[in-house]
């Protein structure tokens, strides 16, 4: 099911994610990935030119792409919910969106952005290598 989610779209392009503005997020607003390899001088997702780190790194970019989502849709639900109670004006609302859609949604197309530069490159390693490869025997 979660296969169903996350797999890329037909209308999904790396173009799209871009003009969307991804790679300015990307640039400007740091990533727990940023924060953990400056804190610890640790990688989260270490990648290598191995498929199966490209194929751990494609699971891995799930996770932060899920949560973000769920947050996103709380804060939006959170944020209706003062609306009706008449807490906050549309404009109040609308300001929000706008900051919900930067600051927690757009890491969550990072990853979907970063899911399809890499999902070609490991669908050609499984396809070029040969079985016994693929199991790690040769």
């Not at 924060?35 to 494609?58: K, N």
């Not at 792409?65 to 609302?93: I, N, Y």
């Amino acid at each position: 099911m979660q296969d169903l989610w996350f797999a890329p779209k037909r209308c999904e392009t790396t173009a799209r994610y871009e003009r969307l503005g991804v790679l300015i997020v990307k640039r400007y607003v740091p990533t727990g990935d940023d924060f953990v390899i400056r804190r610890y001088a640790v990688r989260i997702a270490d990648m290598r030119s191995s498929l199966d780190s490209l194929i751990r790194y494609e699971r891995l970019t799930r996770r932060p792409e899920a949560v973000h989502e769920l947050v996103f849709l709380r804060f939006v639900g959170f944020s209706l919910w003062r609306v009706r109670m008449g807490q906050t004006t549309r404009w109040g609302f609308g300001f929000a969106l706008a900051v919900y859609l930067v600051l927690i949604l757009s890491p969550a197309k990072l990853q979907r952005y970063n899911r399809l530069r890499v999902s070609p490159i490991i669908q050609h390693l499984m396809t070029t290598q040969t079985p016994l490869r693929q199991a790690g025997v040769a």
